[in-house]
């Protein structure tokens, strides 16, 4: 991205931050019965349903990220968090007619969190992968990004292959972490809990370098000028909604929902919103993958 972009995008970011409410909502589907407490249509499911429960509780509790804008962001000072994930887990809270709670999910933590049930969803820049998919359950892909390596500018790392013996940022629990084991073994590796803590580590010259999605690593280019994308795609990484393993009501409720605003062009508004302004490239269109295309992409390592 030229340095005329990326202040574009800062600047629109900033003002988009400084301009939006808190959360914003989204479903418009009109199904059966009763409004829900907060003004929406509420579905009706059958009584022994995981949905049906969590209309029952009034809420539904969804790990996000807090510290990765575009997708899960908390603005200083403020509470909530928003981005292209929290607009997606109020969408379907909306549809069920259930209040969204948020709570930080850190990419080691997603699968544990769904397991004990400290969240119902996780919709934290989660790729899908095969080993994933034996612990939890995904939705279909609701987006796709792709891994690049993040530097200081002026570095002489232009590619995977000048990664040998410099030191490079991943995050535990995260593709990246795998990724660079597999593409660049002779890289030292620093792992750490959450992408705040590698921003801070690129910035103040601790590491060489950082791998991650490219979504990520630009809403750190936003905070941080200085910083570039080198090289190329290195991997296709599907987001998924993490579920609980078993729950397949629930699969193919939320397949339902991201089908409806794939079909509505919600799903378009949300990536201009939250991307597209800020990038000019158009979406690699989650529409094209099933699960089973994402499984694909991530044959199973550990689990099988
Ligand atoms: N999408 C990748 C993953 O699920 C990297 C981003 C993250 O750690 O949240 O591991």
Redo the contacts with the bound molecule.
């Keep these: 991205m030229q340095n005329a972009q990326r202040w574009r995008w800062l600047i629109a970011l900033l003002t988009v931050v400084a301009l939006m409410g808190a959360a914003c909502g989204g479903g418009e589907e009109e199904t059966d019965t009763g409004t829900g407490d907060n003004g929406t249509q509420e579905e009706e499911f059958p009584a022994d349903s995981t949905m049906a429960a969590l209309q029952e509780e009034g809420s539904i509790t969804i790990g996000v990220?807090f510290d990765v804008p575009p997708f899960g962001f908390v603005r200083p000072g403020e509470d909530e968090p928003q981005g292209f994930d929290v607009d997606l887990g109020n969408i379907i809270a909306d549809r069920l007619g259930v209040e969204a709670e948020f709570v930080e999910a850190i990419?080691d933590n997603r699968i544990p969190f769904l397991k004990d049930g400290t969240v119902d969803l996780i919709l934290?820049?989660?790729?899908i992968t095969t080993d994933r998919d034996a612990e939890i359950d995904f939705s279909r892909p609701y987006f796709i990004?792709h891994q690049r390596l993040l530097v200081p500018e002026g570095s002489d790392i232009k590619g995977l292959d000048d990664l040998a013996g410099k030191t490079v940022c991943t995050?535990l629990g995260?593709?990246?972490e795998s990724n660079l084991k597999e593409k660049a073994p002779d890289a030292k590796r620093r792992t750490v809990d959450a992408y705040s803590e590698c921003f801070e580590l690129l910035q103040n010259g601790a590491v060489d370098a950082e791998i991650?999605?490219d979504v990520?690593l630009t809403g750190q280019i936003i905070q941080d000028d200085s910083l570039q994308l080198v090289g190329p795609e290195l991997t296709t990484?599907p987001?998924g909604v993490g579920i609980p393993d078993g729950q397949t009501d629930m699969q193919e409720f939320i397949d339902g929902v991201l089908q409806d605003i794939f079909d509505s062009g919600e799903w378009d508004e949300m990536y201009d919103e939250w991307v597209g302004q800020y990038t000019g490239q158009e979406p690699d269109h989650p529409s094209r993958l099933t699960l089973q295309d994402a499984l694909d992409l991530f044959p199973c390592v550990e689990f099988c």
């Design positions: 990220k990419s934290s820049t989660m790729t990004a995050v995260s593709t990246g991650s999605d990520i990484e987001y």
